[in-house]
């Protein structure tokens, strides 16, 4: 822990040279400082997905097979697959879903539900947690309860963060180290430097990143610094004893740092003229075009970030730019399904599926500067708060269901596995042995802790804070 | 029941009655100096505050950021006109919107930090492009101490720029700037005016003052 720390402070100067008199207090003279750094890439980064409003994990992670759980065993199972009410969009498949091998793959070990779109094409990459018990069918508590590995208390969020934590540990030298889009986010005991940039839309990240709007004479900028400077009294001290005070001047001197090297301009996709045949914006031009036809995003005009696939896009250029080591983000929304139909929550599902899948196939084939591909030095995890229930409502919809699962993706994780698993009747979370995620009579339930004492040790971070152990058989190493 | 003479005394009476309640001032209570009343005999003993020392080196309740709704009011009150973006930068700023946000977040983050610099810049530099056009200095709103007629910004005499800065600083954060403090505050504002009417920049003298004192801890905490 001490050598990331040497560079994160060694980072910090660098960054921090071009004003003079700015302190903890400061602002830096933005445009004075203008291009001043530049950065490299977190050699470790971690990805949170969240699938807003709890997702039905029949048409995603845990599928049953519809001839098996038919309508007429209903009584016996407790389990309507349902997807034969996919059949008004033929883009469903109406039976599970296996993945096809890859060349020179394995031999894929799962199957998914007919909402996985392109995910399944990375099977090798990947691990399927099933029968998670989230002790919960309540929205706050449950993604609260996955955000930090700790049970809420009522629906109060206890701990930190697993994105915080992993920044606090790590104390990467990427200039925001963490980024929370449209999920919430919490510190107990990081300093400031710790916190995500959190944000409830795409165009407020770029505002924090972009020049304020209105201009001031850079002598008076640089005249505020100062000032700010010189103003740390014994009063505001002894005030400031719980370190609240502290953390706003880190997030000031943060501000300093991701304005001087104009950071917004990494996120904008819009393409630059060039009269002049200029190489180096030839070259941004040619990687906005990239960017765009990776995500799928409009060639020309404008491009909605607030969509999934402009979110996953988002994510990719937070790592690959060495912005970020940590992003979290609600990928996609609109799945509590209590009424309507099956097709709307598969459509809201795969949307964030194929989503997921392009940024996996970025990062697979994007090279990583200290070796290998960006997939090799990221773990992602997929969550949402619960799953739906195994039968349909009254309404055409499904209610909020306990069991769930997860999904972890890239570094540090076993690949092509499916750990743990949900009951045939009614999908009750399953009892498993955690070493090896098999059905055990004598064995316990898979909780979200588990899960994020995993991700923690796939990186050999410290997961004390879960007060439980890794699963064991999920981690590659 | 015979009640006229009882209705009879009633029509004397109260006209009388509302003649000395309207006819003279009421005796005003006679101003004097504060005094604390002194303790009753049977008042429970005062505990001194606990010892920093002892606990954890703090003392008291933990300071907290200000909520959206309390900062939208604080720029009111203090300059006398609204952030144009607050609202819209809201959901970021922490506000909860109790559909899929429940809980207000007062976290005093880099997203927080960077909108209210921006939101600061916005209204104390129109506010002080509205004072430079007020001829009436009781009516400015960041340099009401400073002399109307004042041309040069950076000539201004220092009783006048101490006064003037004691009352912003108790206008904003409630709390007046005094020894060594004021004097850096003093200091700067004088570099400040200095390079704005070198630049031309005359709003930015008290304007860079509003925008320091507005993002100062101070007055995002409580």
């Known amino acids: 822990m001490t050598e990331p720390f040497q560079l994160q402070r060694r980072h910090f100067l660098k960054a921090a040279a071009?004003?003079?008199?700015?302190?903890?207090?400061?602002?830096?003279?933005?445009?004075?400082?203008?291009?001043?750094?530049?950065?490299?890439?977190?050699?470790?980064?971690?990805?949170?997905?969240?699938?807003?409003?709890?997702?039905?994990?029949?048409?995603?992670?845990?599928?049953?097979?519809?001839?098996v759980f038919t309508p007429e065993r209903v009584s016996e199972t407790r389990i309507l697959p349902g997807y034969s009410l996919l059949s008004t969009d033929a883009s469903f498949p109406e039976t599970t879903v296996r993945p096809t091998q890859r060349p020179g793959g394995p031999i894929p070990a799962m199957e998914f539900g007919p909402a996985i779109g392109r995910l399944a094409d990375h099977y090798?990459?990947?691990?399927?947690?099933?029968?998670?018990?989230?002790?919960?069918?309540?929205?706050?508590?449950?993604?609260?309860?996955?955000?930090?590995?700790?049970?809420?208390?009522?629906?109060?969020?206890?701990?930190?963060?697993?994105?915080?934590?992993?920044?606090?540990?790590?104390?990467?030298?990427?200039?925001?180290?963490?980024?929370?889009?449209?999920?919430?986010?919490?510190?107990?005991?990081?300093?400031?430097?710790?916190?995500?940039?959190?944000?409830?839309?795409?165009?407020?990240?770029?505002?924090?990143?972009?020049?304020?709007?209105?201009?001031?004479?850079?002598?008076?900028?640089?005249?505020?610094?100062?000032?700010?400077?010189?103003?740390?009294?014994?009063?505001?001290?002894?005030?400031?004893?719980?370190g609240l005070v502290g953390q706003y001047r880190q997030a000031r001197s943060q501000m300093g740092t991701v304005?001087?090297?104009?950071?917004?301009?990494?996120?904008?996709?819009?393409?630059?003229?060039?009269?002049?045949?200029d190489a180096a914006i030839d070259l941004r031009n040619d990687q906005r075009a990239a960017i765009r036809a990776q995500y799928n995003?409009?060639?020309?005009?404008?491009?909605?970030?607030?969509?999934?696939?402009?979110?996953?896009?988002?994510?990719?250029?937070?790592?690959k730019q060495g912005i970020s080591q940590c992003v979290s983000m609600n990928l996609v929304g609109g799945l509590d399904t209590h009424f309507g139909t099956q097709v709307a929550h598969a459509t809201n599902q795969r949307s964030g599926w194929n989503a997921l899948a392009d940024l996996v196939d970025d990062l697979r084939k994007s090279a990583h500067p200290s070796g290998g591909t960006f997939l090799d030095h990221?773990?992602?995890?997929?969550?949402?708060?619960?799953?739906?229930?195994?039968?349909?409502?009254?309404?055409?919809?499904?209610?909020?269901?306990?069991?769930?699962?997860?999904?972890?993706?890239?570094?540090?994780?076993?690949?092509?596995?499916?750990?743990?698993?949900?009951?045939?009747?009614?999908?009750?979370?399953?009892?498993?042995?955690?070493?090896?995620?098999?059905?055990?009579?004598?064995?316990?339930?898979?909780l979200p802790e588990d899960v994020i004492a995993t991700v923690l040790a796939s990186a050999d971070l410290d997961y004390a804070i879960t007060r439980t152990s890794p699963l064991e058989g999920l981690l590659s190493g | 029941m015979n009640v006229r003479p009882t209705v009879n005394l009633l029509c004397v009476l109260l006209p009388l009655m509302a003649a000395a309640a309207c006819g003279g001032e009421p005796a005003a209570p006679k101003p004097r100096p504060a005094e604390l009343e002194p303790l009753p005999d049977d008042h429970p003993s005062i505990e001194p505050l606990p010892d920093p020392e002892l606990s954890g080196g703090h003392v008291g309740r933990a300071p907290r950021r200000i909520t959206v709704a309390q900062l939208k009011s604080s720029i009111e009150v203090t300059t006398g006109r609204q952030w144009s973006k607050i609202d819209e930068l809201a959901a970021s700023l922490g506000r909860a919107d109790y559909a899929l946000v429940n809980a207000e977040a007062t976290e005093p983050n880099l997203v927080f930090a960077k909108f209210l610099e921006d939101g600061a810049r916005e209204v104390c530099l129109a506010t002080a492009d509205a004072d430079l056009k007020e001829s009436d200095a009781s009516k400015r709103v960041l340099s009401p101490e400073v002399p109307a007629d004042a041309k040069d910004l950076s000539k201004l005499d220092d009783a006048s720029v101490r006064q003037n800065m004691v009352y912003l600083s108790t206008r904003f954060w409630g709390q007046p700037l005094d020894g060594g403090e004021l004097d850096t505050w003093v200091s700067a504002y004088k570099n400040i005016a200095t390079r704005a009417e070198a630049a031309k920049k005359k709003r930015e003298a008290w304007g860079a003052i509003c925008i320091a004192l507005m993002t100062d801890p101070r007055f995002t905490t409580y």
């Not at chain 1, 165009?203 to 008076?220: G, Q, R, V």
């Open chain 1, 124 to 242: 090798d990459k990947l691990a399927v947690v099933r029968g998670i018990h989230m002790k919960t069918v309540a929205h706050e508590v449950g993604f609260r309860y996955f955000l930090t590995g700790k049970e809420p208390i009522g629906n109060a969020a206890r701990g930190s963060s697993t994105a915080t934590e992993i920044v606090g540990q790590m104390r990467p030298t990427v200039p925001v180290p963490s980024i929370a889009y449209g999920i919430e986010s919490y510190n107990d005991r990081y300093p400031g430097y710790a916190n995500a940039l959190r944000v409830s839309r795409a165009n407020d990240l770029i505002l924090t990143l972009s020049p304020s709007p209105t201009n001031i004479d850079s002598e008076i900028e640089q005249q505020l610094v100062d000032l700010r400077g010189k103003t740390i009294t014994c009063e505001s001290e002894l005030y400031d004893t719980r």
């Open chain 1, 259 to 277: 304005l001087g090297n104009q950071l917004h301009k990494q996120f904008q996709l819009d393409f630059e003229n060039n009269p002049m045949k």
């Open chain 1, 297 to 319: 995003l409009p060639a020309t005009g404008g491009v909605n970030y607030d969509s999934a696939a402009g979110r996953a896009a988002l994510i990719a250029i937070a790592l």
């Open chain 1, 18 to 67: 071009g004003f003079a008199g700015a302190s903890m207090l400061g602002v830096t003279p933005f445009r004075a400082l203008a291009q001043a750094t530049t950065f490299a890439p977190a050699d470790r980064c971690f990805v949170f997905i969240y699938f807003g409003g709890g997702w039905d994990v029949l048409l995603g992670l845990d599928p049953r097979d519809p001839t």
């Open chain 1, 378 to 446: 990221t773990t992602m995890l997929a969550f949402s708060e619960f799953s739906r229930t195994p039968l349909i409502n009254g309404s055409g919809g499904r209610d909020h269901h306990i069991s769930s699962s997860a999904l972890l993706i890239g570094a540090g994780i076993k690949h092509n596995l499916v750990f743990g698993r949900a009951g045939d009747i009614n999908m009750a979370p399953g009892v498993v042995d955690r070493k090896t995620g098999q059905p055990d009579p004598k064995g316990v339930n898979i």
